[in-house]
């Protein structure tokens, strides 16, 4: 018997969206066990091989995070290594933080507009950060995070991250707005990540 031609493969949709906007924007995705998300400067975004990741992570949510981060460092940020961020180690005594800050009330901001701020969180030791975010991560207070957030939202219209990435967060509501109202086929285990969608009315 000959063997099957196979003329299709499949992708998990949301990594496709996420992909898609990506290579919109103008990066390659490569994964590595060595890192857990990196930028080279010359469009390259290298993300943690899925056996690195937590159970409650996903690429979707990977790739926006970065784009986030572009959006914070502007179009003088898009060709530097991590955006421009300096090399973090494990201590962060001394470290600047406002640019993640920034990164993560641009995360909040853009992903509550679609329901997904629960959804499209970060997974990372900056979660209590962005937990604690008011409803309205932009409302204005004494966070130097803030200036530099507004600055971002403002671009988020502009390209190179228009029209790829609202169009991205568009089709994950719509994917995840499905998945989100299915019956738990594990009730021991814990709820999926879509779960935590909640409909809004921007989207």
């Given at each position: 018997m000959a063997?099957?031609?196979?003329?299709?493969?499949y992708v998990d949709?949301l990594?496709?969206i996420?992909?898609s906007?990506?290579?919109?924007f103008g990066l390659?995705l490569?994964?590595?066990?060595?890192?857990?998300?990196?930028?080279?400067?010359?469009?390259?975004l290298?993300?943690?091989?899925?056996?690195?990741?937590d159970?409650?992570?996903?690429l979707a949510?990977m790739?926006?995070?970065?784009?986030c981060?572009?959006?914070?460092?502007?179009?003088?940020?898009?060709?530097?290594?991590?955006?421009?961020?300096?090399?973090?180690?494990?201590d962060?005594?001394?470290?600047?933080l406002?640019?993640?800050?920034?990164?993560l009330?641009v995360?909040?901001?853009?992903?509550?507009?679609?329901?997904?701020r629960?959804?499209l969180?970060?997974?990372?030791?900056f979660?209590?950060y962005?937990?604690?975010?008011?409803?309205?991560?932009l409302r204005?207070g004494?966070?130097?995070?803030?200036p530099l957030a507004?600055?971002?939202?403002?671009r988020?219209?502009?390209s190179?991250?228009?029209?790829?990435?609202?169009?991205?967060l568009?089709?994950?509501?719509r994917?995840?707005?499905v998945v989100?109202?299915?019956p738990?086929?594990r009730?021991?285990?814990?709820p999926?990540?879509?779960?935590?969608y909640?409909?809004?009315?921007d989207?």
């Amino acid at each position: 018997m000959a063997a099957r031609r196979i003329e299709s493969r499949y992708v998990d949709p949301l990594d496709a969206i996420w992909l898609s906007a990506a290579h919109g924007f103008g990066l390659e995705l490569r994964r590595s066990e060595q890192v857990f998300a990196s930028v080279d400067g010359r469009g390259v975004l290298t993300l943690g091989a899925a056996g690195t990741l937590d159970a409650d992570d996903c690429l979707a949510q990977m790739i926006f995070h970065e784009l986030c981060h572009s959006l914070v460092a502007g179009e003088s940020g898009l060709h530097l290594p991590d955006w421009g961020l300096p090399d973090w180690s494990e201590d962060l005594s001394g470290v600047d933080l406002t640019p993640e800050h920034a990164a993560l009330r641009v995360q909040a901001e853009l992903a509550g507009a679609h329901g997904l701020r629960d959804v499209l969180a970060p997974t990372t030791d900056f979660r209590a950060y962005y937990d604690a975010l008011p409803a309205d991560p932009l409302r204005p207070g004494t966070d130097p995070a803030l200036p530099l957030a507004c600055e971002a939202i403002a671009r988020a219209t502009r390209s190179p991250w228009a029209p790829h990435l609202e169009q991205a967060l568009v089709a994950t509501a719509r994917v995840v707005s499905v998945v989100a109202g299915l019956p738990s086929w594990r009730p021991e285990a814990p709820p999926l990540l879509f779960a935590r969608y909640h409909e809004s009315s921007d989207a």
